[in-house]
């Protein structure tokens, strides 16, 4: 069974130029492994999620909830109650650069639950990963607004 391929390209609703391209890779019922770089952050860290929807039509708003198929409560990519989307969050460096890197069984290309077709989101501030004790610790992280999203859709297969 060859592999899976998507990309998805995220770009900012603003005129701060946030850009960034992710790549997904998924070697039959394995893991997806999710790499690429997002630029022109604010140094720290920033809640990073898989979206719902792949509609853009009013911006990064319109992609919907956190992708939650499971219908539990928000989380960390390594709880066993947490969203699908729940990837955590990445960290940009003083050069507003985050680089990432990271392999999730929650988030497959193909099947019932696939990610493609839906969103990448990138927030303003840091995901609380359901730990914060805000009102939406339990729903978004309270990572804040949406900086910069894309939709997920599949490439040419490795
Ligand atoms: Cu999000
Ligand atoms: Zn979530």
Redesign the pocket.
């Given at each position: 069974m060859s592999a899976l391929k998507a990309i998805c390209v995220l770009s900012g609703p603003g005129s701060d130029s946030i850009t960034g391209v992710i790549s997904f890779l998924q070697d039959g019922q394995g893991p997806t492994i999710v790499k690429g770089e997002i630029k022109g952050l604010k140094p720290g860290k920033h809640?990073f999620?898989i979206?719902a929807l792949g509609d853009t039509t009013n911006g990064c708003m319109s992609t919907g909830p956190?992708y939650n198929p499971k219908n539990l409560e928000h989380g960390a990519p390594e709880d066993e109650v947490r969203h699908a989307g729940d990837l955590g969050n990445i960290i940009a460096g003083d050069d507003g650069i985050a680089k990432i890197s990271l392999k999730d069984v929650h988030i497959p290309l193909g099947g019932a639950h696939s990610i493609v077709g839906r969103a990448v989101?990138v927030?303003a501030d840091p995901d609380d990963l359901g730990k914060g004790g805000h009102e939406l610790s339990k729903s978004?992280g309270n990572?804040g607004a949406?900086v910069a999203c894309g939709i997920i859709g599949f490439q040419a297969a490795a």
């Open positions: 809640g999620h979206h956190h989101v927030h978004t990572a949406r």
